[in-house]
């Protein structure tokens, strides 16, 4: 008995809109264990979070499909929504809304910390290579090789 209507119904649209916060709400743990992993130095971990999360933005892509037709004429659908109805659907997208933003907030953060990180990584190779230098230089001095220039660290 599933008729237009059913599908694009009050109740529809709040099953889809519950669903679409226990979804975010999921995506906001997973986003708190991904800072966990990066702040404790264990990335290993990381990347069964990251398909974890990859799951979940496919079920919020599959999601969005279904509210698509709630969606193309927004303002009517919900201005014509029972009192009750409204009120808990602008409820439910308000959660939704917060936890969105915590998300991208979190995410923005995570990328600064992995930017961070690959900036202190790629400056300690460069002084682990800088090190490797000079003690090369050393060598061959040790050895009675004369200096190259660019070995040379008297000048």
């Known amino acids: 008995m599933s008729t ?3 599908e694009c119904g009050p ?3 709040l099953k889809l809109l519950g669903e ?3 979804l975010y709400g999921r995506l906001r743990e997973l986003s708190a264990k991904q800072r966990e992993l990066l702040s404790s130095d264990r990335p290993e971990q990381l990347l069964g979070i990251l398909r974890e999360r990859q799951a979940l933005v496919a079920a919020l892509s599959r999601l969005n499909e279904a509210l698509a037709p709630f969606r193309r ?3 009517n659908t919900y201005r014509n929504l ?3 109805v409204r009120r808990q659907a602008g409820s ?3 959660e939704i809304n917060e ?3 915590h998300i991208l907030r979190s995410d923005q ?3 600064a910390l992995l930017s961070a990180r690959k900036q202190a990584a790629a400056q300690q190779i460069a002084e682990y290579g800088g090190g490797q230098s000079a003690n090369a230089a050393y060598a061959r001095q040790a050895a009675g090789e004369p200096p190259t220039a660019a070995a040379d660290l008297n000048g």
């Open 73 to 75: 004429d927004w303002e």
């Open 82 to 84: 029972p009192d009750d």
């Open 20 to 22: 679409q916060r226990e």
């Open 99 to 101: 936890l969105l933003r």
């Open 109 to 111: 953060e995570d990328g």
């Open 92 to 94: 439910l997208l308000q």
């Open 4 to 6: 237009a209507s059913n």
């Open 11 to 13: 109740e529809r649209l």
